[in-house]
């Protein structure tokens, strides 16, 4: 019998380096960590069904050692890609795999709320106390009054905190099934490391929800050690903050902690039906761009709405984009609607050809964008202070007044789609606006008919004062 | 590789893979590793067995974070 690395490739396709080591320094814990994994994925027969998310880091070129699927994540995300693994191929075996600068610091939150939604996958944290990679520099791991390159003088918890216990933090938690810290220092906590590893994996094979261990690892380079120093370090000084131990073991509960999440197609997920719709091209219609703007509130919004909803029934393309702020507290808001017979390139708007301001700040911000022959309509209450571009048609509409007057107070936005309307700005026939404007108030249909007299005031007014 | 076998359990350490960090040695139980003067082609000097005294437990194995740079050979198991 022969004992040997499994679950490794033959070779590793890594440019510049040998066919058959690892890029880790001498005495690396990362290593002995990864023929952990490798051995237990084999063992365990989920090999064929792993997909392994690398991290950013010394660690990063994990894709080219272990024979099994991978997916690299971006600085910190190896917890949220492994979290949308977890849900596109529930099936499958999904281990994260981090350091403590990925995990601890940019990472954190991405592994803390997977850990909270007890996401089924293996997360193995390796953590050596400082940022390996990038030269050795203070990771929230560190450990008080160590030295590194961005702490010379040591660590000061003072001004750069206590280290960051990941393991304790997670155990506040209530879905995750399995919590535990070991090391790779020595042969004996190798052993332990080594039954940890084949838990976590377990724990996924049998869909039980999120395992995970924390691994101290020695880095000799950056521990400024040769690897029986940096392992010493790790025992002697690393353990004293980061005590080793099973925090937790749910592993033999009834009911599983992880979610059931059925996969759905994208078909499923858009509506088949929507999916397949194209939109005919209509290159004889002028493109439209309408910016609504006024206070929160005022139902700019909505109006900007009904005419995109109007303009996509009639198989038009349409772009309906709010412009978001602190308008829920009262600000401003406004949003752009462009209608076109193309494909429309973007859904911003620089020169309004048709601009509704309901308040001053709107016609401050948007009247001066307006150009030679485009529109303004405005609510008559409000003074006209602002110097008009030249060229620009202006239409002063008392859209509160029409409102109140026909029992709506709060229907100034109907008022103006119905001048609109009359003005012939909208280059659709009244009964499609009218048709999404009873479409809008469907959740509310006892203001329907309310809507619907302001409407037809406005249009009136608008014939007789404005046209 | 040979997998012919004196007979005993017994380490193998690949020349080219080994980077002599030295976890091997320090971990054997029965000290029957060490650090040799040999330098192979990346400039490490490598660890080399003593030819006995071999229990066949492969903490070696486990230490070395190398995946291919260490084996263990047993007979008869």
């Known amino acids: 019998m022969i004992i040997r690395s499994k679950g490794f490739y033959d070779e590793f396709e890594r440019k510049g380096g040998r066919r058959r080591t690892t890029h880790y320094c001498a005495g690396c814990g990362h290593g002995i960590i990864q023929k952990l994994i490798a051995e237990a994925m084999v063992d365990l027969g989920i090999q064929d069904d792993t997909v392994f998310v690398s991290p950013v880091g010394c660690a990063a070129f994990c894709y080219y050692y272990l024979d099994c699927g991978h997916v690299a994540g971006p600085h910190g995300r190896a917890a949220a890609v492994a979290s949308g693994l977890v849900r596109a191929i529930p099936d499958k075996v999904v281990i994260a795999y981090q350091g403590?600068?990925?995990?601890?610091?940019?990472?954190?939150?991405?592994?803390?709320?997977?850990?909270?939604?007890?996401?089924?996958?293996?997360h193995f944290f390796v953590n050596n106390a400082l940022y390996a990679m990038t030269g050795g520099q203070l990771a929230p791991t560190t450990l008080p009054g160590q030295k590194t390159t961005t702490s010379p003088y040591g660590r000061d918890v003072v001004n750069t905190g206590e280290p960051l216990k990941v393991c304790e933090v997670f155990n506040q938690l209530d879905r995750p099934v399995y919590i535990e810290r070991v090391s790779v220092a020595d042969s004996k906590r190798i052993k332990q490391a080594r039954k940890a590893i084949r838990k976590a994996l377990e724990i996924q094979k049998e869909g039980k929800g999120y395992a995970f261990v924390e691994i101290l690892s020695p880095c000799p380079t950056n521990m400024r050690a040769d690897s029986v120093g940096a392992a010493e370090f790790v025992t002697k000084e690393m353990e004293g903050y980061f005590p080793l131990g099973v925090f937790r073991d749910r592993s033999d509960a009834e009911t599983a902690c992880c979610m059931e999440v059925a996969p759905k197609t994208v078909e499923e997920i858009v509506d088949a039906d929507y999916a397949g719709d194209v939109i005919a091209d209509m290159p004889e219609l002028r493109e439209r761009r309408y910016k609504f703007s006024g206070f929160g509130g005022q139902g700019i919004l909505s109006l900007g709405l009904v005419i995109a909803d109007a303009a996509s029934e009639m198989g038009r393309h349409v772009s309906w984009f709010p412009s978001y702020g602190p308008e829920q507290r009262g600000g401003s808001a406004s949003c752009s609607v462009v209608v076109s017979g193309r494909e429309i390139g973007s859904p911003t708007i620089d020169h309004p050809d048709v601009l509704v301001a309901m308040n001053q700040p709107s016609l401050e911000r948007f009247l001066p964008t307006l150009r030679q022959g485009a529109v303004l309509i405005y609510e008559s209450s409000v003074p006209l202070n602002v110097e008009v571009p030249e060229g620009v048609n202006v239409h002063p509409f008392p859209a509160a007044r029409i409102a109140s007057e026909n029992g709506v107070a709060k229907a100034a936005n109907t008022a103006l789609l119905g001048c609109m309307v009359e003005l012939g700005l909208l280059d659709m026939p009244e009964a499609e606006i009218a048709e999404a404007l009873r479409r809008s108030f469907?959740?509310?249909?006892?203001?329907?008919?309310?809507?619907?007299?302001?409407?037809?005031?406005?249009k009136e007014y608008a014939r007789k004062e404005l046209s | 590789m040979t997998t012919a076998s004196p007979g005993l359990p017994r380490p193998v350490i690949l020349v080219e893979e080994c980077k002599g960090c030295g976890r091997c040695v320090h971990a054997c139980p029965k000290k029957v590793l060490h650090i040799s003067d040999t330098v192979n082609g990346m400039g490490y000097r490598i660890a080399e067995y003593a030819g006995e005294g071999c229990v066949g437990c492969a903490i070696c194995f486990y230490n070395c974070p190398e995946p291919f740079a260490i084996e263990v050979h047993k007979e008869g198991e």
């Open chain 1, 100 to 122: 403590d600068g990925d995990l601890g610091a940019i990472g954190f939150n991405n592994a803390f709320q997977a850990a909270n939604r007890g996401d089924g996958f293996a």
């Open chain 1, 442 to 458: 469907s959740a509310k249909p006892k203001l329907i008919d309310s809507n619907m007299a302001v409407f037809e005031a406005a």
